[in-house]
């Protein structure tokens, strides 16, 4: 199970003077994007402050929909919302969503992770894998730590940003 308490004082930690407040209640509809599209512009404005400070790499190159052919490995092309390198050596796989229903878009996303998960097993070993959303449910936090899912979440909407990583989980 996973512990709530933990992640609420968690998110009054991360990124302070972004705007974080007392609970994870502000990544509801009201504070979202009004598609995918004016998120994931909103989020590439930050995306270098935000990655230095949850993970201290500095973002290199950023590309927008890149697509991995991964024929040889026996698995199907996926494509990523944004691909970034660092300075570090450390490459970042973040998938974005905006989902307009709380329950079966964030579900579906988890099936999504699952595959990026197979894309990092067979391309490369320095890599990160990110969600970032801009409303979430406990429900994924449970069900990440339940099958033991790779994956960071990084919230961002209109009003803040904050993160969740998957150790805290």
């Known amino acids: 199970?996973?512990?709530?308490?933990?992640?609420?004082?968690?998110?009054?930690?991360?990124?302070?003077?972004?705007?974080?407040?007392?609970?994870?209640?502000?990544?509801?509809?009201?504070?979202?994007?009004?598609?995918?599209k004016e998120f994931v512009q909103s989020f590439l404005r930050?995306?270098?402050?935000?990655i230095f400070k949850?993970?201290?790499?500095?973002?290199?190159?950023?590309?927008?929909e890149r697509t991995f052919n991964l024929r040889k490995y026996d698995l199907p092309n996926?494509?990523?919302d944004i691909y970034c390198t660092t300075k570090?050596?450390?490459?970042?796989?973040?998938?974005c969503k905006n989902p307009t229903n709380n329950y079966g878009e964030l579900n579906l996303s988890l099936g999504q992770m699952m595959n990026?998960?197979?894309?990092?097993?067979?391309?490369?070993?320095?890599v990160k894998l990110i969600l970032a959303t801009s409303r979430?449910?406990?429900?994924?936090?449970k069900v990440m730590k339940r099958f033991g899912l790779e994956f960071d979440v990084i919230l961002h909407n209109k009003i803040l940003t904050s993160f969740l990583l998957k150790t805290e989980l």
């Open 1 to 36: 199970m996973y512990n709530k308490q933990k992640i609420f004082e968690q998110t009054k930690d991360v990124i302070p003077e972004m705007g974080i407040f007392e609970s994870l209640q502000y990544f509801t509809k009201e504070n979202q994007f009004a598609n995918e």
């Open 46 to 50: 930050i995306i270098h402050d935000v």
């Open 54 to 64: 949850i993970y201290g790499y500095e973002v290199e190159n950023i590309e927008l």
């Open 78 to 80: 996926q494509r990523i």
């Open 88 to 95: 570090q050596g450390v490459s970042l796989l973040i998938e």
């Open 116 to 126: 990026y998960q197979m894309i990092i097993e067979a391309i490369e070993t320095q």
């Open 136 to 141: 979430f449910h406990f429900y994924m936090a």
